[in-house]
């Protein structure tokens, strides 16, 4: 009789701390950031950023790595989850990268279950096979960074890589709010304010070095890009600048 009770209490027990620990990782998922480390078994894209947030009230957002989405996340306390990204702003990318976004964005709509760690997230389709792994992510600090443009708003609708040879850079002081730079032929420097993720950058003053057209015609790309800026966002090693209706402006990298 004594062996019953035991047994009963064991089960009992194990299974509170089992459903203790399904709560907790549901819990553990809400106001969280991701951000992309591998895709159905393959690892992202150099030097593109694709993020997920899992907000308050169920709102899903992040970035594909080049256009913004948003939506909505439902899970319970058996793994299971639904991710809904119901709205994408419409910028033109690299054919890789829109390739990439796309297959991201469909591996959310088929994640049924997540596999929660303290700094990975996995997700897995019907069939049980992982469509996507995540590292938690660390954001980079915005200021006392040297950030370098590895891709560009063209100013028609389209992000695209720097010209081979030039190199774009930007750093952001906290002295005097003060705002430097490379501009791929010319050296910049202008001030700006933040509010939250809203950024406002002044208009840069540049030296007077002429160099290729190409060249040029892709400097005053980026400078008009940093007078667009509205928002500005950071994930692990990269920052984006955004405009007042989402579309990407700039993406930079951490430099080595």
């Not at 389209?158 to 050296?187: H, I, K, W, Y």
Request: charged fraction near 25%; aromatic fraction near 6%.
């Amino acid at each position: 009789m004594k062996s019953v009770v035991w047994l009963i209490v064991v089960l009992a027990a194990a299974g509170l701390l089992a459903a203790c620990g399904s709560d907790a990782g549901a819990d553990s998922l809400t106001n969280t950031e991701w951000e992309l480390e591998e895709l159905n078994g393959r690892d992202v894209l150099d030097d593109v950023s694709v993020t997920m947030r899992l907000g308050e009230d169920d709102e899903l957002s992040g970035s594909g790595g080049c256009n913004r989405f948003i939506g909505t996340w439902e899970t319970d306390d058996n793994s299971e989850i639904t991710l809904t990204a119901s709205g994408t702003t419409m910028m033109a990318c690299e054919e890789a990268i829109a390739t990439q976004e796309q297959a991201f964005l469909d591996a959310l709509a088929a994640a049924v279950r997540f596999d929660l760690g303290d700094d990975e997230l996995e997700l897995y389709n019907a069939e049980g096979r992982e469509v996507a792994e995540f590292d938690k992510l660390r954001p980079a600090a915005l200021t006392r960074t040297q950030w370098e443009v590895k891709a560009l708003n063209n100013g028609q609708q389209a992000v695209v890589p720097v010209l081979e040879g030039t190199t774009l850079m930007a750093l952001f002081e906290t002295e005097d709010d003060r705002l430097s730079g490379q501009s791929g032929c010319n050296t910049f420097t202008t001030t700006f304010s933040r509010d939250g993720d809203e950024i406002t950058i002044e208009t840069p003053a540049l030296t007077l070095m002429a160099c290729d057209q190409p060249v040029m015609d892709q400097e005053a790309q980026f400078i008009q890009a940093l007078e667009q800026a509205h928002t500005y966002e950071l994930s692990h090693e990269t920052l984006y600048l955004r405009a007042e209706d989402g579309s990407l402006l700039v993406m930079f990298r951490e430099a080595d």
